[in-house]
């Protein structure tokens, strides 16, 4: 497999931010390498990974640093993130390596969160910190919805894609996307209400948005693109719920999960979400679809 590629596409254009980044990715190719490519010995994974945590720690303090030197205006909700991800996501993921013995499964899991969390962190809020995502740390108004998800949502992705992705118009279960990939992540929020984001896009196109960020050629679906796409996804409904005047950690990642056709078809079945477009990138289409379910329509298990 080729390695992981930093892209100058990613640089925020503040040296040592963007000397930190490429230092985190070049982390992750070489446990990429050692051990789910050569299937070297597991100290050499434990010692990449405390490597990455250590580093980690020390980008964040950085990042922090400067935040507070210009006068970030959204440093308190940034390093809410930066927390999260220091307690929380990473204990949780060393935890689950030591639990499997470093399975190969727990170390491709550890990369794909890992990688896609810090692209997805780059493009909607590191980038708000030098003013590129400034219009969208304002509350915007539920009649202007559908321009938040386009600024919020589909104009990360078009970075992500490096090229254009048009809203052709509302995305129904008649178009067809080829070889479907419905990806469901469910958010939920304290008071009980749920988030249904269902991304629908073919396997091919799947797999290209993933080469993109991770600069390397896939050719089936697997742990690190399933745990990228879905970190990617997790700082976006972040962003989306800023640009809502909500808390950025308000709705946190339930879970994840791929579905099969069929359940995609019962859901529209049940009741349309509130928000279905169909996009095209380049020559093929994807979907987005979006809906709220409040507590009292979520069955009891």
């Keep these: 497999m080729q390695q992981i590629q930093w892209r100058d596409r990613f640089n925020i254009g503040v040296e040592i931010i963007d000397q930190a980044h490429r230092r985190l990715f070049s982390i992750v190719q070489k446990m990429m390498d050692l051990y789910v490519e050569r299937h070297e010995d597991k100290f050499a994974c434990i010692e ?12 964040f303090a950085e990042e922090e640093a400067y935040m507070r030197k210009i006068g970030y205006s959204g440093y308190s909700a940034h390093k809410k993130i930066h927390d999260k991800m ?19 499964e727990m170390v491709q899991r550890f990369i794909g969160v890992c990688t896609g969390w810090l692209t997805g962190h780059i ?17 915007m108004q539920l009649d ?32 067809e996307i080829a070889y479907e990939q419905c990806c469901e992540l469910t958010y939920a929020a304290q008071n009980g209400d749920r988030l249904r984001v269902i991304l629908v896009m073919g396997e091919e196109l799947l797999l290209r948005a993933a ?4 600069g390397i050629d896939f050719y089936e679906k697997n742990e690190i693109v399933c745990f990228a796409i ?20 308000e709705y946190q990642l339930e879970k994840g999960r791929f579905l099969e056709l069929e359940e995609f078809s019962e859901i529209f079945k049940e009741r349309s979400p509130q928000y279905s477009l169909l996009l095209h990138v380049g020559q093929e289409s994807f979907a987005l679809c979006m809906d709220q379910m409040l507590k009292s329509s979520i069955p009891s298990s």
């Excluded at 220091?86 to 689950?96: G, M």
């Excluded at 493009?123 to 509350?139: F, L, P, T, W, Y």
């Excluded at 559908?146 to 129904?172: A, M, Y």
């Design 48 to 59: 990449g990974i405390k490597y990455f945590k250590a580093y980690t720690l020390k980008h």
């Design 86 to 104: 220091k307690w929380e996501t990473l204990p949780e993921l060393e935890r689950l390596l030591y639990d499997s013995d470093f399975s190969t």
């Design 123 to 139: 493009i909607v809020e590191d980038r708000a910190i030098i003013g590129q995502n400034a219009d969208k740390e304002h509350s």
């Design 144 to 175: 202007d919805e559908l321009s938040v998800i386009n600024s919020v949502i589909i104009s990360p992705l078009q970075e992500i894609f490096g090229c254009e992705i048009q809203c052709i118009g509302k995305f129904s279960t008649k178009d």
């Design 211 to 214: 080469g993109l960020v991770f």
């Design 230 to 249: 879905q970190e990617i996804a997790q700082n976006l409904m972040q962003r989306a719920a800023c640009s809502f005047g909500r808390q950025p950690d």
